[in-house]
């Protein structure tokens, strides 16, 4: 068993999510890489270990079952147990996702990943999380999913999505579900909104960089053992569901 305290990030080879696995690098931790494409996986790897972080590769797609167990088995294997898990993969989807113009297709392909395949690794990882003895689970959601958000005039929510912001809003309600089932034992497990980062998720558009997104997540990854769990949060506090 190792003494370090061991994180596991997807999505984590650019991005709010590399952003996320140094932070948690800065803090001593060991931290998992999780990202589909080898050469980005190990590039990021390698760029965080030069930073000083003690950080390993995890083979990951969140989208395949197979893919997901082998992650769980490496990481079993590899630290026999797992303390923080970031759920950070995602993607938009492709546009244009106006509700009744938008190729099914795209709306499946965002719940897969930013949904079920939340679901997929989450599950996998649980038996992994339930040997921590301060577990905590961070799933990077959007404040675009948040519907009083989203009904309330003037506020600015970004373009009309059928596919990206209900995956969002969906994935938020699964949080809580999750929260629900977990609230008699000593899993945290909340929601994060990193604002609208400059990413190639968004062509580079948005206005905060991945690091001051990643700074909600390094926070709710080191909740004291009595912090909130069921939340949607981002760095001015709770977000309106």
């Not at 997807?10 to 990202?35: D, F, Q, S």
């Not at 106006?98 to 392909?109: E, M």
């Not at 999505?161 to 999750?178: D, G, I, R, W």
């Not at 004291?224 to 939340?231: E, Q, R």
Request: glycine content about 10%; hydrophobic content about 40%; charged content about 20%.
């Amino acid at each position: 068993m190792s003494e370090h305290t061991i994180a596991l990030v997807t999505g984590a080879n650019k991005g709010i999510g590399y952003e996320i696995a140094a932070g948690l690098g800065t803090l001593g931790w060991r931290v998992g890489v999780g990202a589909r494409d080898e050469e980005r996986r190990e590039t990021a790897v390698a760029k965080l270990r030069a930073a000083g972080a003690d950080a390993f590769g995890v083979p990951l797609d969140v989208t395949d079952d197979a893919s997901v167990a082998d992650a769980a088995r490496l990481i079993e294997n590899s630290t026999g147990r797992l303390d923080v898990l970031v759920n950070n993969a995602g993607i938009t989807g492709s546009a244009p996702q106006l509700p009744t113009t938008v190729d099914v297709a795209t709306v499946r392909a965002a719940v897969e990943t930013n949904v079920i395949g939340v679901i997929r690794v989450t599950n996998a990882m649980l038996p992994l999380l339930r040997r921590s003895p301060s577990p905590r689970i961070v799933n990077m959601s959007s404040g675009v999913g948040s519907l009083t958000r989203q009904t309330t005039p003037g506020t600015e929510t970004g373009p009309v999505s059928a596919a990206y912001t209900p995956s969002k809003t969906f994935l938020n309600a699964v949080t809580v579900q999750y929260a629900k089932e977990l609230s008699d034992t000593n899993i945290l497990i909340n929601a994060a909104c990193p604002g609208y980062c400059a990413t190639d998720l968004n062509d580079f558009r948005g206005f905060r960089t991945p690091e001051q997104g990643a700074a909600i997540a390094l926070q709710l990854a080191t909740l004291p053992d009595d912090g909130p769990t069921g939340g949607f949060f981002d760095d001015a506090g709770e977000v309106p569901w």
